[in-house]
C-alpha cells in the first residue's frame, strides 16, 4: 500500500511540472491521471483477487471482476483531484471452486470481498497519504445497493429502475481493468460483450430521444441550485465546474447530442467530451466556429481546474477570492495581468452559457399555456376564419380512440403543447389550415414520446413547423408522413446551408457500413430504412430552403436531380456488393436518366425515367446486370417503414416493356441508329434530347454521351420533324383534356410542353449543323441559343424563354400548394400564351 501511494505522488508531481512548464498539452495530463488510476485499480484488482482465491478458490468459468470506470476516468479525463468513480460487476451468479480447506463462496460474496478490499488499497489514508478517493454511489440503487453486482442484476436493474440521469451517467463508463490471470483472457472478453450489449440499449435508444432533454434540464438545474446555495457562502466566487457556463454544460451539451442521436448515429457513441463535439461537426449538428470556441473554453477552464487542484491536492474548483491567489493562479494560466485572465476567463463562461441555452432552449418549466377547455374563448381563435371548425377538429383529436389510448405521460405532453401550436397557427399566414394540419401532426406522432419531447421542448421547432404547415400543403403532408424530419427543424444553421452532396454520400456510406446483424452481415431492412431517411432528410432541407424563397425553381431542380444521383449512387454500390454471383469488383453498368431528371428538373415527387447500360463480354453479365438492375429498382421503390425512394419508369429502353431490362451498349447504338431497318421511332430521340449519364461506369457514360450526340446531329428533313413534332403533341393535347376556364400551364397550348416540344424540334432539326445545340443545358438555355443563332427570332425567343421560367415557377408553386392540376387564372400567365404561341405558328406552322 506504501509503494502504490509513493507511485502516484510521485507520478503527480512529474505531471504538474509538465503541464505547468507547458511541455503537454490538456489531453495528455488526463489521460496520465486516467492512467494512473486505471494501473492502480488492476494492482489493487490483483492483490484482492489473489488473496481471496488462496482462501476460497477461483470463481467457476474463469469468472473475473469488471471494474467500470464511470465520469471523468471513463472518458480518460481525470483532473487533477478526482475522485474516481466506479463500479464492481462480475459476469454471473456460480460457486467458486475452493480453497486448500475446500471451503467455497458464492461468486456475490467472493466478488464483495474483492471489492471492498480494492477500496481499502486505494483509498484508504495512510501515513504515505491515499492513492484515489474512490466514490461508489454510482452503482444500482446507490449506496443501498450491493457493493457488487452480477450482469443480471444490472440489466434487470436497468429494465425497472433505470433512471434518464443514468443514462447520462453511463455515456462514459469504461472497464478500466483487465483479467487478474491471462489463462482468463477469453471468459473476461465475453464478459466485456455481455456488458456492452446491456449497456448500449440502455444509454443509446433506436429512436431520436428528446425526451432526454428535460430530464438533462433537470438534472442540471439540481446541480445548479446546489451550486446556488454554496455560493451564497462565497459570494463573487467563481465555480469553473458547475457554475454557470462552466465545465459541466460543455459536458452536458455533448451528452445531449449523444442521448438523443446516438442510437441512431454510432460515431456519437464515443467517451471523451472533444472527440463528441468533433463529430457533431461533422454531422453538422454544430458549426466549426461553435465547436472550436467550445473547445478553446473546455481547454482553459480544465486547465484552470487542474491550477486549482494542484495547491495543497485540493478537491475544489472554486477560483479564490484572495487577489494574491487569483494573481498566482493568473500566471500559471500564462497571464501575467490577473485582469487579463479574468476577462478570458469570462469570454468562455459567457460564450458556453449562451450556447448551453441555445442547446437546451432555456425552457421556463413554469411557463403558462392558455387552456383549451371546450368550448373555446373567442380570443384563442383570433385571426381564424373559421373558429367552429378549428375548435371541432381539437374536440375529435381529444375524443378520439387514439387520444384516450395514449399513456398518462403522452397525453399530459399533448395537453401540454396543443395551446402553444394552436397560438403558432393563429400567428402563422394560414391559421385555418395551418391548424388542421397540426393537429394531423400530433395525431400521427402521438405515440412516440421523442417527437412530443421535441416539439415540447423546444420553442423554435414548434414555430417552424408552424411556419411550413401554413406555407404548403405538400409539405405539410410530407411532414406528416415523415415525422423523424422533425429533427431538422432544430438548427437553421444546418437548415438553411447549402447541401454538401459529397460529404452527405460519405456519411450515408458510414451509416450503411455501420448496420449490421448480430452475425456481422448486413442488415438490409435497416439499410433501406437509412437511406430513406437521409434522403428525406437532403429533400426536406431542399424544402425548407425553397419556401424561405431562398433558391429559385432552377435552382430547386437542380438540387433535386443532383441528390437523386447521389442517391443513384449509393444504391448501385450497394445493389452490386449484394451480388452473390459478381464476377467483378467494379460492375461494367452505367445508369442513364430521362425525362425530368435527365434535363435536370426534377420536382420534390417527380418519378425516375431510367434506363441501364453495359458493357462486359462475360458470359455471364446480361443475367448479373439484369439481377443488378431489378436490385436497385427494389432499393429505389420499396415501401418500408421509412417510405419509399422514387417511382420508377423503364419504358423508354429499347423496344419498351417489350424490351429486355438492361442492354449492351452495341444493342443500344444498334437500337437508335436503326440498324437493319428496325429500332427508335422518332419520339424516341426526341426523348433522347433530354437524356444524360447519371451513374455508374464512367466510360460507359462517354461512350453514351458521344453516341446520344452523333444520333441528335442525324440529317433529318425539316419538314419530317414538323410533323413527327405537331402529331405527338395533339396526342400530348387528347391525353391531358382541360375542360375548364383554367390555364393548364403544363398541358395547355401556349404552355410548357410547347416551348419543350419546339426546343426538341430545334434539337432534332439543326444539330447536324449547329452541334452545340445537343448541350443538354436546358430549355431556356437552347432557345436562347437559338436565338442567337438565327433559327427563330431572338426577341420573341428570348420573351418565350423567360416565360416558361415563369410557367415552371407557377406549377412549381401550385404542386407545393397541393394541387394535382398546374391550373391558374392568373391574368399575368394567360397573357404568355400568346407569344409562345406565335412562336410555335413561326417555327412549326
Request: net charge negative; aromatic share 8%; with cysteine.
Given at each position: 500500500?506504501a509503494?502504490?501511494?509513493?507511485?502516484?505522488q510521485?507520478?503527480?508531481?512529474?505531471?504538474?511540472?509538465?503541464?505547468?512548464?507547458?511541455?503537454?498539452?490538456?489531453?495528455?495530463?488526463?489521460?496520465?491521471?486516467?492512467?494512473?488510476?486505471?494501473?492502480?485499480?488492476?494492482?489493487?484488482?490483483?492483490?484482492?483477487?489473489k488473496?481471496?482465491?488462496?482462501?476460497?478458490?477461483?470463481?467457476?468459468?474463469?469468472?473475473?471482476?469488471?471494474?467500470?470506470?464511470?465520469?471523468?476516468?471513463?472518458?480518460?479525463?481525470?483532473?487533477?483531484?478526482?475522485?474516481?468513480?466506479?463500479?464492481?460487476?462480475?459476469?454471473?451468479?456460480?460457486?467458486?471452486?475452493?480453497?486448500?480447506?475446500?471451503?467455497?463462496?458464492?461468486?456475490?460474496?467472493?466478488?464483495?470481498?474483492?471489492?471492498?478490499?480494492?477500496?481499502?488499497?486505494?483509498s484508504?489514508?495512510?501515513?504515505?497519504?491515499?492513492?484515489?478517493?474512490?466514490d461508489?454511489?454510482?452503482?444500482?440503487?446507490?449506496?443501498?445497493?450491493?457493493?457488487?453486482?452480477?450482469?443480471?442484476?444490472?440489466?434487470?436493474?436497468?429494465?425497472?429502475?433505470?433512471?434518464?440521469?443514468e443514462?447520462?451517467?453511463?455515456?462514459?463508463?469504461?472497464?478500466?481493468n483487465?483479467?487478474?490471470?491471462?489463462?482468463?483472457?477469453?471468459?473476461?472478453?465475453?464478459?466485456?460483450?455481455?456488458?456492452?450489449?446491456?449497456?448500449?440499449?440502455?444509454?443509446?435508444?433506436?429512436?431520436?430521444?428528446?425526451?432526454?432533454?428535460?430530464?438533462?434540464?433537470?438534472?442540471?438545474v439540481?446541480?445548479?441550485?446546489?451550486?446556488?446555495?454554496?455560493?451564497?457562502?462565497?459570494?463573487?466566487?467563481?465555480?469553473?465546474?458547475?457554475?454557470?457556463?462552466?465545465?459541466?454544460?460543455?459536458?452536458?451539451?455533448?451528452?445531449?447530442?449523444?442521448?438523443?442521436?446516438?442510437?441512431?448515429?454510432?460515431?456519437?457513441?464515443?467517451?471523451?467530451?472533444?472527440?463528441?463535439?468533433?463529430?457533431?461537426?461533422?454531422?453538422?449538428l454544430?458549426?466549426?466556429?461553435?465547436?472550436?470556441?467550445?473547445?478553446?473554453?473546455?481547454?482553459?477552464?480544465?486547465?484552470?481546474?487542474?491550477?486549482?487542484?494542484?495547491?495543497?491536492?485540493a478537491?475544489?474548483?472554486?477560483?479564490?477570492?484572495?487577489?494574491?491567489?487569483?494573481?498566482?493562479?493568473?500566471?500559471?494560466?500564462?497571464?501575467?495581468?490577473?485582469?487579463?485572465?479574468?476577462?478570458?476567463?469570462?469570454?468562455?463562461?459567457?460564450?458556453?452559457a449562451?450556447?448551453?441555452?441555445?442547446?437546451?432552449?432555456?425552457?421556463?418549466?413554469?411557463?403558462?399555456?392558455?387552456?383549451l377547455?371546450?368550448?373555446?374563448?373567442?380570443?384563442?381563435?383570433?385571426?381564424?376564419?373559421?373558429?367552429?371548425?378549428?375548435?371541432?377538429?381539437y374536440?375529435?383529436?381529444?375524443?378520439?380512440?387514439?387520444?384516450?389510448?395514449?399513456?398518462?405521460?403522452?397525453?399530459?405532453?399533448?395537453?401540454?403543447?396543443?395551446?402553444?401550436?394552436?397560438?403558432?397557427?393563429?400567428?402563422?399566414?394560414?391559421?385555418?389550415?395551418?391548424?388542421?394540419?397540426?393537429?394531423?401532426?400530433?395525431?400521427?406522432?402521438?405515440?412516440?414520446?421523442?417527437?412530443?419531447?421535441?416539439?415540447?421542448?423546444?420553442?423554435?421547432?414548434r414555430?417552424?413547423?408552424?411556419?411550413?404547415?401554413a406555407?404548403?400543403?405538400?409539405?405539410?403532408?410530407?411532414?406528416?408522413?415523415?415525422?423523424?424530419?422533425?429533427?431538422?427543424?432544430?438548427?437553421?444553421?444546418?437548415?438553411?446551408?447549402?447541401?454538401?452532396?459529397?460529404?452527405?454520400?460519405?456519411?450515408?456510406?458510414?451509416?450503411?457500413?455501420?448496420?449490421?446483424?448480430?452475425?456481422?452481415?448486413?442488415d438490409?431492412?435497416?439499410?433501406?430504412?437509412?437511406?430513406?431517411?437521409?434522403?428525406?432528410?437532403?429533400?426536406?432541407?431542399v424544402?425548407?430552403?425553397?419556401?424561405?424563397?431562398?433558391?429559385?425553381?432552377?435552382?430547386?431542380?437542380?438540387?433535386?436531380?443532383?441528390?437523386?444521383?447521389?442517391?443513384?449512387?449509393?444504391?448501385?454500390?450497394?445493389?452490386?456488393?449484394?451480388?452473390?454471383?459478381?464476377?467483378?469488383?467494379?460492375?461494367?453498368?452505367?445508369?442513364?436518366?430521362?425525362?425530368?431528371?435527365?434535363?435536370?428538373?426534377?420536382?420534390?415527387?417527380?418519378?425516375?425515367d431510367?434506363?441501364?447500360?453495359?458493357?462486359?463480354?462475360?458470359?455471364?453479365?446480361?443475367?448479373?446486370?439484369?439481377?443488378?438492375?431489378?436490385?436497385?429498382?427494389?432499393?429505389?421503390?420499396?415501401?418500408?417503414?421509412?417510405?419509399?425512394?422514387?417511382?420508377?419508369?423503364?419504358r423508354?429502353?429499347?423496344?419498351?416493356?417489350?424490351?429486355?431490362l438492361?442492354?449492351s451498349?452495341?444493342s443500344?447504338?444498334?437500337?437508335?441508329?436503326?440498324?437493319?431497318?428496325?429500332?427508335?421511332?422518332f419520339?424516341?430521340?426526341?426523348?433522347?434530347?433530354?437524356?444524360r449519364?447519371?451513374?455508374?461506369?464512367?466510360?460507359i457514360?462517354?461512350k453514351?454521351?458521344?453516341?446520344?450526340?452523333?444520333?441528335?446531329?442525324?440529317?433529318?428533313?425539316w419538314?419530317?420533324?414538323?410533323?413527327?413534332?405537331?402529331?405527338?403533341?395533339?396526342?400530348m393535347?387528347?391525353?391531358?383534356?382541360?375542360?375548364?376556364?383554367?390555364?393548364?400551364?403544363?398541358h395547355?397550348?401556349?404552355?410548357?410542353?410547347?416551348?419543350?416540344?419546339?426546343?426538341?424540334?430545334?434539337?432534332?432539326g439543326?444539330?447536324?449543323?449547329?452541334?452545340?445545340?445537343?448541350?443538354?443545358?436546358g430549355?431556356?438555355?437552347?432557345?436562347?441559343k437559338?436565338?442567337?443563332?438565327?433559327?427563330?427570332?431572338?426577341?420573341?425567343?428570348?420573351?418565350?424563354?423567360?416565360?416558361?421560367?415563369?410557367?415552371?415557377?407557377?406549377?412549381?408553386?401550385?404542386?407545393l400548394?397541393?394541387?394535382?392540376?398546374?391550373?391558374?387564372?392568373?391574368?399575368?400567365?394567360?397573357?404568355?400564351?400568346k407569344?409562345?404561341?406565335?412562336?410555335?405558328?413561326?417555327?412549326?406552322?
Amino acid at each position: 500500500m506504501a509503494e502504490l501511494r509513493l507511485v502516484r505522488q510521485r507520478s503527480m508531481i512529474e505531471i504538474m511540472r509538465r503541464d505547468l512548464q507547458g511541455k503537454v498539452d490538456l489531453f495528455e495530463v488526463t489521460e496520465a491521471l486516467s492512467f494512473l488510476a486505471d494501473a492502480a485499480v488492476q494492482i489493487a484488482l490483483k492483490f484482492s483477487h489473489k488473496m481471496q482465491a488462496e482462501r476460497f478458490g477461483e470463481p467457476a468459468d474463469g469468472d473475473c471482476m469488471m471494474v467500470v470506470g464511470m465520469g471523468k476516468l471513463g472518458g480518460l479525463e481525470l483532473n487533477a483531484s478526482s475522485d474516481i468513480d466506479l463500479i464492481f460487476l462480475y459476469n454471473q451468479d456460480g460457486e467458486t471452486l475452493g480453497g486448500p480447506t475446500g471451503k467455497t463462496q458464492s461468486h456475490a460474496e467472493f466478488f464483495t470481498q474483492v471489492g471492498k478490499r480494492v477500496i481499502k488499497i486505494i483509498s484508504e489514508v495512510t501515513d504515505e497519504g491515499f492513492v484515489f478517493r474512490v466514490d461508489m454511489r454510482l452503482r444500482p440503487n446507490g449506496d443501498s445497493g450491493p457493493l457488487v453486482v452480477s450482469l443480471d442484476m444490472l440489466e434487470e436493474y436497468f429494465v425497472v429502475q433505470g433512471r434518464e440521469w443514468e443514462r447520462y451517467a453511463w455515456i462514459k463508463a469504461r472497464v478500466v481493468n483487465w483479467a487478474v490471470d491471462p489463462a482468463q483472457d477469453a471468459a473476461f472478453q465475453q464478459s466485456l460483450d455481455n456488458l456492452n450489449n446491456i449497456v448500449r440499449p440502455f444509454v443509446f435508444r433506436k429512436y431520436l430521444d428528446f425526451g432526454s432533454i428535460r430530464a438533462l434540464r433537470a438534472l442540471h438545474v439540481q446541480i445548479r441550485n446546489e451550486v446556488n446555495k454554496r455560493e451564497s457562502q462565497h459570494p463573487g466566487s467563481v465555480h469553473v465546474k458547475l457554475g454557470r457556463g462552466g465545465i459541466r454544460e460543455i459536458e452536458f451539451t455533448a451528452q445531449a447530442f449523444q442521448l438523443i442521436r446516438g442510437g441512431r448515429e454510432p460515431k456519437l457513441q464515443l467517451r471523451r467530451t472533444v472527440d463528441v463535439l468533433e463529430v457533431c461537426v461533422e454531422l453538422g449538428l454544430i458549426t466549426k466556429d461553435d465547436h472550436d470556441k467550445m473547445v478553446a473554453a473546455y481547454r482553459f477552464l480544465r486547465n484552470l481546474e487542474h491550477r486549482l487542484q494542484y495547491v495543497d491536492d485540493a478537491q475544489t474548483h472554486r477560483l479564490p477570492a484572495s487577489p494574491t491567489e487569483v494573481l498566482r493562479i493568473a500566471r500559471s494560466m500564462g497571464f501575467q495581468d490577473p485582469g487579463n485572465f479574468m476577462k478570458a476567463l469570462n469570454r468562455h463562461m459567457d460564450y458556453v452559457a449562451s450556447h448551453f441555452d441555445v442547446v437546451f432552449g432555456d425552457k421556463q418549466e413554469d411557463e403558462e399555456t392558455p387552456s383549451l377547455e371546450l368550448p373555446w374563448a373567442d380570443t384563442l381563435t383570433q385571426g381564424f376564419t373559421n373558429p367552429k371548425a378549428a375548435q371541432d377538429r381539437y374536440q375529435h383529436l381529444i375524443e378520439s380512440s387514439r387520444y384516450q389510448a395514449l399513456p398518462s405521460a403522452h397525453r399530459e405532453r399533448v395537453d401540454r403543447l396543443m395551446p402553444t401550436l394552436l397560438a403558432a397557427a393563429g400567428a402563422s399566414s394560414a391559421p385555418d389550415s395551418c391548424w388542421r394540419y397540426c393537429c394531423d401532426l400530433i395525431e400521427t406522432v402521438s405515440r412516440r414520446g421523442a417527437y412530443l419531447s421535441l416539439l415540447d421542448e423546444y420553442p423554435i421547432a414548434r414555430m417552424r413547423v408552424s411556419r411550413m404547415l401554413a406555407a404548403s400543403p405538400w409539405a405539410a403532408n410530407f411532414l406528416i408522413k415523415h415525422p423523424l424530419l422533425l429533427d431538422e427543424l432544430l438548427d437553421s444553421r444546418t437548415l438553411l446551408t447549402p447541401p454538401d452532396f459529397k460529404q452527405w454520400k460519405q456519411q450515408l456510406r458510414d451509416l450503411l457500413d455501420q448496420a449490421k446483424l448480430p452475425d456481422g452481415q448486413p442488415d438490409l431492412e435497416r439499410q433501406m430504412d437509412l437511406i430513406r431517411e437521409q434522403h428525406h432528410a437532403q429533400l426536406f432541407r431542399v424544402l425548407t430552403q425553397d419556401l424561405e424563397n431562398l433558391l429559385t425553381v432552377e435552382h430547386v431542380s437542380d438540387l433535386l436531380s443532383e441528390l437523386a444521383d447521389c442517391t443513384l449512387e449509393i444504391i448501385l454500390e450497394r445493389a452490386w456488393d449484394q451480388l452473390p454471383k459478381r464476377h467483378r469488383a467494379q460492375p461494367r453498368f452505367a445508369v442513364v436518366a430521362y425525362g425530368k431528371h435527365g434535363g435536370k428538373e426534377l420536382g420534390y415527387s417527380s418519378d425516375l425515367d431510367l434506363i441501364f447500360l453495359f458493357e462486359d463480354e462475360d458470359d455471364r453479365a446480361p443475367d448479373l446486370y439484369a439481377q443488378l438492375a431489378k436490385r436497385m429498382n427494389r432499393w429505389l421503390t420499396t415501401q418500408t417503414a421509412a417510405g419509399t425512394l422514387f417511382e420508377t419508369d423503364f419504358r423508354l429502353r429499347p423496344n419498351g416493356e417489350a424490351g429486355l431490362l438492361v442492354s449492351s451498349v452495341a444493342s443500344f447504338e444498334d437500337y437508335q441508329r436503326r440498324e437493319g431497318g428496325v429500332g427508335a421511332w422518332f419520339w424516341e430521340h426526341q426523348a433522347l434530347t433530354r437524356a444524360r449519364f447519371c451513374v455508374g461506369d464512367v466510360e460507359i457514360g462517354k461512350k453514351f454521351e458521344t453516341l446520344r450526340e452523333e444520333i441528335l446531329q442525324l440529317p433529318r428533313d425539316w419538314n419530317d420533324v414538323k410533323k413527327e413534332v405537331i402529331t405527338m403533341r395533339q396526342k400530348m393535347l387528347d391525353g391531358h383534356p382541360n375542360h375548364t376556364e383554367l390555364f393548364d400551364v403544363k398541358h395547355d397550348l401556349g404552355g410548357m410542353v410547347d416551348v419543350e416540344f419546339m426546343v426538341q424540334a430545334l434539337v432534332l432539326g439543326f444539330a447536324n449543323k449547329y452541334p452545340e445545340l445537343t448541350k443538354n443545358k436546358g430549355n431556356i438555355a437552347l432557345l436562347k441559343k437559338a436565338g442567337e443563332l438565327g433559327l427563330v427570332p431572338a426577341e420573341l425567343a428570348n420573351y418565350v424563354a423567360d416565360a416558361y421560367r415563369q410557367l415552371r415557377a407557377k406549377q412549381h408553386a401550385l404542386r407545393l400548394a397541393g394541387h394535382d392540376k398546374s391550373r391558374t387564372s392568373d391574368p399575368a400567365l394567360m397573357v404568355m400564351r400568346k407569344p409562345i404561341r406565335k412562336l410555335w405558328e413561326t417555327l412549326l406552322g
